[in-house]
């Protein structure tokens, strides 16, 4: 390789930059968030679709309080939550991003309309 250093115990911190050490550990974190708060997820009620509006989970025309991409995670969330979809999945079915569905999830399950799958 370019490298003769590269993975040896010879390694040179002079190839080290400040900026892309700092890069990498935002990317570790950000790896660490997502494994930790990864779940499975079950629809307590798979057969009708719930009522988000009077739970306050749902936009009221005039009033943007929450947006497209919040409902858009919400609706993904209770599609897919049979117990077998973790939220990964779900992020890579629907385009949306990890914390998005996440965010839904925590919200629908408060509102007793998901619970964690065992």
Known sequence: GKFAEYHTS???LKFVQPQFLGDSYSKYL??????ENNKKYLNLNPK??????????YRQIGGQKI????ELAMFWMLSLSDGLHDIIGISEKSGLEFEV???AAQKLEKNNLLKLAD
């Open 67 to 70: 947006s497209k991409n919040s």
């Open 10 to 12: 010879d390694d040179n």
């Open 101 to 103: 569905l996440l965010e």
């Open 30 to 35: 950000q790896t660490i968030f997502v494994l």
């Open 48 to 57: 009708c679709e719930p009522q988000l509006g009077k739970r306050g989970l």
